[in-house]
């Protein structure tokens, strides 16, 4: 099979993790005998570096022509100084709307060796934490009208979140079809007690239910999640958010299982044509010390394998070989302990890359 790939290396780690995981990659399409071509457009600080702007049309057309996008991750303080419409995160946002990628599917997994990494309680992890966060990608408050005006105490900033109906079905959809093949238990998250855009969500939300019998729908507002999560995060499968809320609570999601530099991401829309990446940021204070995790990016790879280019076999073998590099003690600095072996960024991305060349 052909393939083309957009990668974005983006700023900060992005370069290392991405190299990192164009090696696995070439290890699958040379153990499966598949062709993977890349383009390398560029995208957030890189972009506005050498072009000005956060997001270059090229840069969307090369996506567009693409069968999956890989990104790494974007942004650092290089550029924070700049205007709202200029910044790297700009660049990210614009991608997702161009690209039409309204779905944002983080899982948050808590692995067994890493237990003790959760900043819970043991009494707490005990029970394991397996949950998918299903993120609104495209509306709310993230794209609502903004700007200045004057207000009630001089010049104020404002913001607005607003949701259409047919957003939130077809966000809810996606939410229930992931949830059909997990644990069938969806949790929609909204602040329906103060805002009216999220009363129309609730009753969006459950009126999709009505296609979904299996499902068993619940509702929670926003602050109880942020507190249901740290005190019983077994109790949810599949949490479904508007864009801002989705935003923060896959942060808290994924910092519970303690393994933030493992957990990858996939943005989807009515396509094939998928965004994947790290769930975490560009960490510009390790930038170029090859120390940075690239679990997350090759996870990522595995679901845009899996996803986007429906390889089944080479996404199972990816994965392994994951697994078992974790298994022989393989980690990183962020998850290293006592008793393992402390291996450099490249070097993980050798290791798992050897092993599913080797792997059978
Ligand atoms: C994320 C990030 C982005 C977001 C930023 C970088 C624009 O925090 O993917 O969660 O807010 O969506
Ligand atoms: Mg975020």
């Known amino acids: 099979m052909n393939c083309k790939i957009a ?12 190299d990192a995981t164009i090696g696995c990659l070439e290890a699958v399409a040379h153990r499966f005998g598949h062709t993977f071509k890349y383009a390398f457009p560029l995208m957030g600080g890189a972009a506005i570096d050498s ?10 057309d090369e996506c567009l022509n693409s069968d999956a996008v890989l990104l790494g991750a974007v942004g650092g303080p290089k550029w924070d100084n700049l205007a709202t419409h200029l910044r790297p995160e700009k660049g990210l946002l614009n991608l997702r709307s161009a690209l039409g990628l309204y779905a944002n599917v983080r899982p948050a ?13 043991p009494a707490i992890t005990k029970k394991g934490i397996n949950l998918v966060v299903v993120r609104e990608l495209t509306g709310g408050i993230y794209f609502g009208p903004r700007g200045y005006r004057a207000g009630k105490y001089g010049q104020e900033a404002y913001d607005t979140e607003a949701y259409s109906k047919k957003e939130i079905e077809r966000i809810a959809k996606v939410a229930f079809d ?9 949790t929609s998250i909204d602040k329906a007690n103060v805002l009216e ?9 459950t009126k999709v239910a009505e296609q979904y019998p299996e499902i068993e729908l619940s509702h929670m507002l926003v602050d109880n999640c942020a ?31 303690g393994s933030i530099g493992l957990l990858p ?6 396509t094939k044509l998928g965004l994947y990446e790290p769930i975490h940021g560009s960490a510009p204070d390790i930038a170029g010390t090859d120390t940075a995790n690239p679990i997350a990016t090759i996870l990522a790879a595995a679901m845009m394998l899996s996803t986007s280019l ?8 990816l994965e392994k070989a994951i697994k078992t590099i974790l298994g022989k003690g393989y980690r990183t600095p962020d998850i290293y302990s006592t008793g393992n072996k402390k291996v450099s960024c490249s070097k993980m991305g050798e290791l798992i890359a050897l092993e599913v060349l080797n792997g059978k």
């Open 227 to 257: 507190m249901q999560l740290v005190r019983d995060p077994s109790q949810f499968d599949v949490i479904l958010c508007p864009n801002m809320f989705g935003d923060i609570l896959s942060d808290e999601a994924a910092m519970i299982t």
């Open 109 to 121: 997994v808590l692995y067994e060796q890493l237990r003790g990494d959760s900043p819970l309680k």
């Open 310 to 317: 429906e390889l089944p076999k080479e996404t199972a073998a």
């Open 265 to 270: 991401s996939s943005s989807l829309g009515s």
């Open 7 to 18: 990668v974005i290396r983006g700023d900060g780690i992005g370069p290392e993790i991405v």
């Open 51 to 60: 072009t000005g702007v956060p997001l270059p049309q090229e840069t969307i």
């Open 197 to 205: 855009s999220s009363q129309l969500w609730r009753a969006t939300v």
């Open 178 to 186: 992931v949830a059909m093949g997990r644990g069938k238990r969806v």
